[in-house]
């Protein structure tokens, strides 16, 4: 066999392996540690900047909190959906369905959705690296979960109930996480 075929065969096992991991993280909801937990991102001094750096900062994007200023809107009572979308894309079109449906069927959920061409600025900050990207937010602006592409709608009603369950702890169980 020439070395040419080799690496084609190569090529095409690492394609595969990298698709499949796509398709089975693909809209997974990835829950946030509890901020008690979780350690402080390092910073990083320089000479010019005193700021962290990006790569140090990107695990702690899923535990900082998130004011309603920053999207021109109000926050849900209980829990706000926050969809990244861009004008041409197809699932975020049937995100943006599921979670207005999720949130006109559960009291105290709001769904906000941003364009994420218009807010590079929080797209950067938020670490958004592509559309769809939902973040779920609690009654404090905490992120509590983040999702890339179409999520599932069980895992969304699940992590939805799970954070209104724990603001009122004695009027239902948290064990849908």
């Keep these: 066999m020439s070395n040419r075929a080799i690496w084609l065969i190569v090529l095409i096992a690492l394609s ?3 698709g499949l991991y796509r398709k089975s993280t693909e809209g997974r909801i990835k829950l946030a540690k509890p901020a008690a937990t ?3 991102a390092p910073r990083v001094t320089t000479s010019t900047n005193d700021s962290a750096r ?3 900062t ?6 900082s909190s998130i004011s309603e200023l920053k999207f021109g809107q109000p926050l849900g009572s ?3 959906l926050v969809q990244f979308s861009s004008a041409f894309c197809q699932p ?3 995100t ?3 979670l207005e449906d999720v949130a006109s069927s559960t009291t105290g959920v709001t769904h906000i959705e941003i364009d994420a061409e218009a807010h590079l600025d929080l797209v950067r900050e938020l670490g958004v690296t592509r559309t769809p990207t939902t973040f779920i937010l609690d009654r404090k602006g905490q992120i509590v979960g983040k999702s890339v592409g179409l999520p599932k709608r069980l895992e969304v009603m699940n992590v939805v109930q799970a954070v209104t369950a724990s603001a009122y702890p004695n009027q239902a169980h948290m064990d849908t996480l």
């Design 16 to 18: 595969t392996a990298f």
């Design 78 to 80: 209980e829990v706000t």
């Design 58 to 63: 990107r695990s702690a994007r899923l535990n």
């Design 96 to 98: 943006r369905l599921l």
């Design 38 to 40: 979780k350690p402080a």
């Design 92 to 94: 975020c079109r049937a």
């Design 54 to 56: 990006p790569d140090d």
